[in-house]
């Protein structure tokens, strides 16, 4: 992360078991971009903190944590489970409620592989207290989303596909027909899906990027909060 971008260790407790974050926001951050890696991933994933680190040059929060615990992510039955990781990730964007509250934050969820289904469907599930404003879906697998969720999401989604990805590609077709909010593909030509090619990964950080200032920033009509 940034040097100069204040950062801190934070700990959720979800379902009794304590998960680890990192939570970057910048002084004059506009919106807070809550991440959702997939399997076999961490906090630590160099592509998740390369795009969180162009999100905070562009005046946006981020909060990098891990779903599940390291016992839980052994697991697969756990890793695929996507009724409990959009439960966990609500109960993260619970945790950082105050700083949203408090710094009028409107808040974007950021999501990798199986993680992008449970932004989607953390995205629409009811809510008192907060609206998500933004989605953003990297080499996604929406299409693990519960359909309902797919059909009642309301955020402005955003999925960024590479071409040389064709199954997770046309998945993400059928998962985008089902949407009836506001929603784009985007494909990234050449790329696989990790998007270890050359120029990939900065060609999806700026996609991402421009979306989250978008729909985060105050140029936007909207209500961050619930009423």
Same mark, same amino acid.
């Given at each position: 992360m940034n040097a100069e971008t204040p950062s801190q260790?934070?700990?959720?407790?979800?379902?009794?078991?304590?998960?680890?974050?990192h939570l970057t926001?910048?002084?004059?951050?506009t919106g807070l971009v809550i991440f959702a890696h997939g399997s076999g991933s961490?906090?630590?994933?160099?592509?998740?903190?390369?795009?969180?680190?162009?999100?905070?040059?562009?005046?946006?929060?981020?909060?990098?944590f891990d779903l599940l615990t390291a016992d839980e992510a052994a697991h697969a039955a756990c890793r695929? +489970?996507?009724?409990? *990781?959009? #439960?966990?990730?609500?109960?993260?964007?619970?945790? $950082? =409620?105050?700083?949203?509250?408090?710094?009028?934050?409107?808040?974007?969820?950021?999501g990798a592989s199986t993680g992008a289904a449970a932004a989607i469907q953390a995205a629409a599930l009811p809510d008192d207290l907060f609206r998500?404003?933004?989605?953003?879906?990297?080499?996604?697998?929406?299409?693990?989303? +519960?359909?309902?969720? *797919?059909? #009642?999401?309301?955020?402005?989604?955003?999925?960024? $596909? =590479?071409?040389?990805d064709p199954d997770v590609l046309d998945l993400n077709r059928q998962?985008?027909?089902?949407?009836?909010?506001?929603?784009?593909?985007?494909?990234?030509?050449?790329?696989?899906?990790?998007f270890e090619e050359p120029g990939a990964l900065e060609h999806v950080a700026a996609l991402a990027r421009a979306w989250f200032v978008r729909y985060l920033s105050g140029e936007q009509p909207h209500h961050q909060y619930a009423r």
């Open positions: 260790r934070i700990s959720i407790v979800a379902d009794g078991a304590l998960l680890e974050g926001c910048p002084d004059n951050a961490s906090q630590w994933s160099p592509r998740n903190r390369f795009v969180a680190d162009q999100l905070n040059a562009a005046k946006l929060g981020t909060l990098l695929f +489970d996507i009724g409990l *990781l959009a #439960q966990r990730l609500r109960t993260a964007t619970h945790a $950082v =409620g105050d700083i949203a509250r408090k710094r009028k934050l409107r808040l974007g969820y950021f998500i404003n933004a989605v953003v879906s990297r080499g996604g697998r929406p299409d693990l989303a +519960d359909p309902l969720a *797919l059909e #009642q999401l309301a955020s402005p989604t955003l999925l960024i $596909v =590479g071409t040389a998962a985008l027909s089902l949407m009836r909010c506001e929603k784009a593909l985007e494909t990234v030509p050449h790329a696989t899906h990790l």
